[in-house]
Antibody, heavy 117, light 106 residues
Framework: EVQLVESGGALVQPGGSLRLSCAAS????????MNWVRQAPGGGLDWVAN????????NYVDSVKGRFTISRDNAKNSLYLQMNSLRAEDTALYYC??????????WGHGTLVTVSS | DVQMTQSPSSLSASVGDRVAITCRAS??????LAWYQQKPGKGPRLLIY???TLQSGVPSRFSGSGYGTDFTLTISSLQPEDVATYYC?????????FGQGTKLEI
C-alpha cells in the first residue's frame, strides 16, 4: 500500500525557517516525480513545487521561488521542503503527492505550518 | 500562466441527481487535466486523469470529458458519500494550477 507521511509542521514567526519531510513507503520512490501542494485554512489547493525522480529538475510556483527548496533522498525514501523567509501567507496544510505521469495519484494527510508572531 | 476556473463554486443536489461541474483553462491544455475529490479533514483523492480516464477503484458513476480549454466532471447518480469539494488541475506544464474548487452538498 502506498503511504506518504508528512511531518515537520509547526508554528513559526514571520521571517523564520522550517523544513518539512515526507516519508514514502509501499512503492519504488526513486521512480517517481514528487510534489508539495498546500492548502490555506478554508482555502483551495495550491501547487508549490515538484522534483524529478533523480533530483535533476525542480519546478516552483512563483510565490515561493528563492525562498523554498525542494529536495529528496532516494536512499531514505524521503522528500523535503526547506522553507525560508516565511510569510503569513505561507500558513497552510502542506501535502506531499506522488506524480506517476502528470496527475497526482497518491497524497499524504498533510502537515500544518502556521506563520504568526 | 494558465488559469483554471471552475463553475459553479458550490452546488446543492439530491440523491440520484445527475451533477456536472465544469472547468475552463485560460489557454489550451490538450487533455492534461485531472479531477480530485476532497472530503473534510482528508487529503485529495484522484478521480479522473487525462480528462476522461477513470482512476482505478473510482466508482463508474464518475466520468470526465473535454479537450483543449473546456472540461466537465459528471456524476451520473449522486450518492450521499459524494459530498465533498471537487478540484480540477492542469498538468501539461508547471505550474500545475488547480481550479478554485466546487463544494457539493446534498
Amino acid at each position: 500500500e502506498v503511504q506518504l507521511v508528512e511531518s515537520g509542521g509547526a508554528l513559526v514567526q514571520p521571517g523564520g525557517s522550517l523544513r518539512l519531510s515526507c516519508a514514502a513507503s509501499g512503492f519504488t520512490f526513486r521512480n517517481y516525480w514528487m510534489n508539495w501542494v498546500r492548502q490555506a485554512p478554508g482555502g483551495g489547493l495550491d501547487w508549490v513545487a515538484n522534483i524529478k525522480e533523480d533530483g535533476s529538475e525542480r519546478n516552483y510556483v512563483d510565490s515561493v521561488k528563492g525562498r523554498f527548496t525542494i529536495s529528496r533522498d532516494n536512499a531514505k525514501n524521503s522528500l523535503y521542503l526547506q522553507m525560508n523567509s516565511l510569510r503569513a501567507e505561507d500558513t497552510a496544510l502542506y501535502y506531499c503527492a506522488r506524480q506517476p505521469f502528470g496527475e497526482f495519484d497518491s497524497w499524504g494527510h498533510g502537515t500544518l505550518v502556521t506563520v504568526s508572531s | 500562466d494558465v488559469q483554471m476556473t471552475q463553475s459553479p463554486s458550490s452546488l446543492s443536489a439530491s440523491v440520484g441527481d445527475r451533477v456536472a461541474i465544469t472547468c475552463r483553462a485560460s489557454l489550451g491544455i490538450n487533455n492534461y487535466l485531472a479531477w480530485y475529490q476532497q472530503k473534510p479533514g482528508k487529503g485529495p483523492r484522484l478521480l479522473i486523469y487525462s480528462a476522461s480516464t477513470l482512476q482505478s477503484g473510482v466508482p463508474s458513476r464518475f466520468s470526465g470529458s473535454g479537450y483543449g480549454t473546456d472540461f466537465t466532471l459528471t456524476i451520473s447518480s449522486l450518492q450521499p458519500e459524494d459530498v465533498a469539494t471537487y478540484y480540477c488541475q492542469k498538468y501539461n506544464t508547471a505550474p500545475y494550477s488547480f481550479g478554485q474548487g466546487t463544494k457539493l452538498e446534498i
